[in-house]
C-alpha cells in the first residue's frame, strides 16, 4: 500500500505500484559450453591458467556481443551466458527484427571460430519468443538508500555526485520473461529433450513469428533458402 511519505526513494520504489502490461518480444540466449563442469571438476576453484583460458573465452563473448547489437536491444550477462531481447510492438519495423536476427547469427559464428582455433567447447545459442510482465523498478541507486531529509545537505548530496553506482538490476524487458525462461530451461536439460553441442537452435514460435512479419510485409521466403554454419 502507498504511504504519503517516504524516508528514502528505496523505500518509495518498494511500495509502487505497476500497471499489469503484456509485452510480446524475441530473445537469444547463448550460452559458453563446458564451463560449469571444468569448475565442477577443480572443485569451484580453478587454476590460474584455468582461470586465464576462462577469462579469454568470457572476453571474447562480451566482444562478440557488443559488436553486433544495436541500440534496439536489452542485453543481460549471467556467468557464462548472455541474454539478449527486443520487444516487438505493432511499429517494429522487419528491418529492426532482421537486425536481431543477424546479430546473433554473426555472434555466434564469430565465437565459434575463436572456439574452434583454440580447440575449446563451443557455444550454443538458443532463439525464441515469449512475452514479459513488468511489474516493479529496473534499478535502485546508491542515492535511492539516502535518507531523503538530508538530501539538502552538503554531505549528503555530494556522497553519491560522482558514483552513483547501481545497486539492483531490474531491466524492464527481463522481468518475468517466458521467452528468456522457456531458453534457459531447454539449455538446461539439454541432452534430455535432444539439445547438445555447439549449435543453434531455433524454437518453432521464432519460425512462426518470422513467417508471420513476412506475411504482413509481404516478403518472399525461398524455402530452399537455409542458413547452415
Request: glycine share 4%.
Amino acid at each position: 500500500m502507498a504511504k504519503s511519505y517516504y524516508n528514502t526513494n528505496s523505500e518509495k520504489k518498494a511500495f509502487e505500484s505497476f500497471s499489469p502490461k503484456e509485452s510480446y518480444c524475441i530473445c537469444a540466449w547463448l550460452d559458453l559450453l563446458g564451463v560449469s563442469s571444468d569448475l565442477m571438476k577443480n572443485d569451484w576453484h580453478p587454476s590460474i591458467a584455468e582461470i586465464n583460458i576462462l577469462q579469454s573465452r568470457l572476453y571474447n563473448m562480451n566482444q562478440a556481443f557488443t559488436l553486433n547489437m544495436s541500440f534496439l536491444e536489452r542485453a543481460f550477462i549471467l556467468n557464462d551466458g548472455i541474454v539478449k531481447v527486443m520487444q516487438i510492438e505493432s511499429n517494429t519495423h522487419p528491418d529492426m527484427i532482421s537486425l536481431f536476427i543477424r546479430g546473433i547469427i554473426a555472434t555466434y559464428s564469430q565465437l565459434m571460430r575463436f572456439e574452434k582455433q583454440n580447440h575449446y567447447p563451443g557455444v550454443r545459442v538458443i532463439l525464441t519468443t515469449g512475452y514479459f510482465y513488468p511489474y516493479t523498478y529496473e534499478h535502485l541507486k546508491a542515492d535511492d538508500f539516502v535518507l531523503n531529509y538530508t538530501k539538502g545537505s552538503k554531505c549528503s548530496s555530494s556522497m553519491f555526485r560522482d558514483n552513483n553506482y547501481t545497486v539492483m538490476f531490474c531491466p524492464e524487458e527481463l522481468q518475468m520473461n517466458t521467452a528468456f525462461a522457456k531458453a534457459f530451461l531447454l539449455d538446461s536439460i539439454g541432452s534430455k529433450q535432444g539439445i547438445h553441442g555447439a549449435n543453434f537452435y531455433i524454437d518453432k514460435s521464432f519460425i512462426d513469428f518470422t513467417i508471420s512479419c513476412a506475411q504482413k510485409s509481404k516478403i518472399r521466403i525461398p524455402a530452399h533458402e537455409i542458413w547452415n554454419e
